[in-house]
């Protein structure tokens, strides 16, 4: 296992496109994370999900994105009509649930928006 | 409220010790945790301290906890250039959340530069 994968690590868009996310987490990790961080700020939560359940997801969220994680394993965040404002980097990152256990985070996606 | 408060910027020669100071709001937090994120690069948990200790060593490391200021602090010893990153501190907050689901709500980060 290599870790939290993230694909693709960088993403042009224009604005108002759509653009999808992937997040392969940890095998075994059954909570997934999705974390959003612009510069200069600390990662914002924005949803996270145990097993195919998605479980809380932050008032940030706007209608336009959406998450999912049909299997319980990998998970895509969607961002439709992509504004300037949702520019940053996603983050995902994943854990076994209980208290304590260590998130292991990936490389993120940078998204820029034109 | 959930914040999480830390200084920006700590600036440290090589082999001196850099301290990095963290507080927090949320007194129901059970873990609080230091991360590093180098430039370009995802978040790496450096350590963690349960909120029933007052204190954990780590090799260099020295997470000290003071539960009665919620205050949270992390000791590099004999820092060193690859120490340079930015360091966040967070905490594993029940506020705002329904039932037992707990998230991580993070400081802004303190960019720590070590100067040879």
């Known amino acids: 296992d290599t870790g939290v994968s993230q694909d693709p690590r960088h993403k042009i868009t224009k604005r108002g496109q759509n653009v999808t996310f992937r997040c392969d987490p940890i095998?075994?990790?059954?909570?997934l994370y999705w974390y959003r961080q612009t510069l200069g700020q600390g990662p914002e939560f924005l949803t996270y999900?145990?097993?195919?359940?998605?479980?809380?997801k932050s008032r940030l969220l706007s209608d336009r994105f959406s998450a999912e994680r049909p299997k319980g394993s990998f998970s895509t965040l969607e961002i439709q009509r992509t504004e300037q404002g949702d520019s940053a980097m996603y983050l995902c990152?994943?854990?076994?649930?209980?208290?304590?256990?260590?998130?292991?985070f990936g490389q993120g996606t940078r998204l820029t928006v034109v | 409220g959930e914040d999480v408060e830390q200084s920006l910027f700590l600036s440290v020669r090589e082999g001196d010790s850099s301290v990095i100071n963290c507080t927090y709001t949320?007194?129901?937090?059970?873990?609080l945790y230091w991360y590093k994120q180098e430039p370009g690069a995802g978040l790496q948990l450096l350590t963690y301290?349960?909120?029933n200790m007052d204190m954990k060593q780590d090799q260099r490391l020295t997470v000290l906890l003071n539960k009665k200021d919620k205050h949270l602090s992390l000791r590099i010893a004999d820092t060193q250039t690859g120490d340079s990153a930015i360091y966040f501190c967070a905490e594993n907050s029940l506020a705002f959340n329904a039932g037992n689901n707990r998230k991580l709500i993070w400081g802004l980060g303190t960019s720590l530069a070590v100067n040879p």
């Open positions: 095998s075994e990790h059954n909570r």
């Open positions: 301290i349960f909120s």
């Open positions: 949320d007194s129901s937090s059970t873990y």
């Open positions: 999900f145990q097993n195919e359940a998605q479980l809380e």
């Open positions: 990152a994943s854990s076994l649930s209980g208290e304590g256990t260590e998130a292991f």
